[in-house]
């Protein structure tokens, strides 16, 4: 170490100097030589060309431990298992191999901002920043006269009807399945109907085929969900248990 400046301030603290010198001497962190570890702290610290006491408080402090912690090492073994204490250097270890994680996760996190660094954004189009300042809409808007229950209550009915007109001796006998229906499917469905009516609006049960099995009409329901979440349309009821009707959504058309 002779004729070497150390800065400590090069350092981030006394166990950032001890890991340095852990990693530079390949010392396994589970069994420390704390002789050898105390020697080399030492002499780091009398190569110090910062003596400043504010500056090394915290690094003549681990001296002190370390010191303490060689002693201990060459003090009288006990003669008996029974009477062996704790390793004094198990709390050291500790403490190094937390700062072993926060150093490793602090690498990753600057691994990851260098990499975040290369990366360049587009900068977003008139009409996203259009649509950032505009105030959320409120679910009400959407379902106009009416609530979720009442649209809930309708597809129950539409459910009930459906089983109402089984035929119990034939529901018995076999059938071909027919094909599965997506909600993307289904949604492009109801999209066609509204573009079909004159006025842009069918009725809540016209969107379920005659037909249509327990399935389907699950999966058309949950297209018409899908629907209003992205608001393409809207619900509205003029009159309590009046008809529901589903319209294309047009903003600022509330009641």
């Known amino acids: 170490m ?11 603290g006394p166990l950032d100097l001890l890991y340095h010198l852990i990693e530079k001497n390949e010392i396994d962190i589970y069994d420390i ?20 006491m504010d500056g090394m408080s915290e690094f003549l402090l681990m001296a002190a431990t370390l010191l303490e912690i ?13 009477e062996e ?10 403490r190094l191999l937390e700062y072993k994680k926060i ?29 950032k300042e505009q105030s959320p809409q409120e679910l009400e808007d959407l379902l106009q006269g009416i609530t979720m229950d009442d649209l809930y209550l309708a597809f129950q009915q539409v459910m009930a ?24 499917e289904k949604m492009e469905y109801i999209r066609d109907l509204l573009i ?13 085929r ?21 608001k393409e349309v809207q619900i509205t009821q003029e009159k309590n248990f009046g008809e529901i009707l589903i319209m294309k959504y047009r903003e600022g058309e509330t009641e």
């Open 70 to 82: 060689k002693s201990k090492m060459l003090l009288p073994k006990p003669k008996t298992e029974e």
């Open 161 to 184: 009807r459906k089983e109402t007109k089984v035929d119990k001796v034939r529901s018995s006998f076999r059938s071909v399945p027919k094909d599965l229906f997506t909600v993307g």
């Open 103 to 131: 150093k490793d996760a602090t690498e990753t996190l600057k691994e990851r901002e260098e990499e975040a660094a290369l990366v360049f954004y587009k900068e977003a189009d008139a009409s996203v920043q259009k649509l």
């Open 210 to 230: 005659e037909n249509a099995g327990k399935m389907e009409k699950v999966v058309t329901f949950l297209a018409l969900l899908e629907l209003i979440k992205q």
């Open 85 to 94: 204490g704790p390793d004094p250097r198990e709390e050291l270890v500790q």
């Open 196 to 208: 079909l009516r004159p006025h842009g609006a069918t009725a809540f049960h016209t969107i379920f």
């Open 2 to 12: 002779e004729g070497i400046n150390i800065r400590l301030d090069a350092f981030e």
């Open 33 to 52: 030589p704390i002789a050898s570890l105390t020697e080399q702290y030492m002499a780091y610290l009398d190569a110090a060309e910062d003596r400043d």
